[in-house]
């Protein structure tokens, strides 16, 4: 483990980051989230007073390290408090300017809608999503978990679900199997399975349900 004040950039600039080697991120994964995954462009923006927590942190590590005291478990209990106090400030980014991630919620579902406004040769995942509004798949992830309660998936999984009870409701001539490759699924029984874990009917179940 490295830990480090400083570097040389331009124009000039100080800060402190901290520098983990591959084998302890993946002895310790339980505390990296996905925020780690971000990109450049989703960068975390601090108060003045979030400064002031960090930094404290740092300095406490600082201060055991050159100690030369050389307790691993210590070390890495600091990096955990560094790693709850990011994920907490990127809540509070995304609750300080809700227009400019409700905007990003809503693109998300419009995106969602006009994927199935044309022919779905799959099912449809996160990283589209993703790809399509720019962003890295973690991030939409966790902008959409905070304002939906739901992950992005839950909500891609809602949405089909809708879709799906539409077509078996108001397109009587398209049979379940028809039904499950026009919602992008490549094997109808998948798509049977996956109706009844959301719905507790089968496709076949629901319809017979509208018929009584």
Known sequence: MVVNEGWDVEPTYT???????????EENRFLFKTYL??????????T????????????LMMKYYESEKQNFNVLLSYVNVVISLVEAFYKRQFSTDPKQYNRVVTDFQQ???EYYNQPAKQLPNVQYFAEKLGLT???LGDIIKHFTQKSALENIHEFIIKRAKEMLTENRKLNTTEVAYELGFEYPNYFSKFFKKQVGLSPKEYRQELIK
């Open 37 to 46: 995954d971000y990109g450049l462009h989703e960068a975390l923006y601090l």
């Open 48 to 59: 003045d007073e979030e400064v002031e927590e960090i930094s404290a942190v740092f300095k």
């Open 111 to 113: 995106s969602l809608v």
């Open 137 to 139: 798949a973690n991030y």
């Open 15 to 25: 800060g402190m980051y901290l520098q983990l080697s591959k084998k302890v991120i």
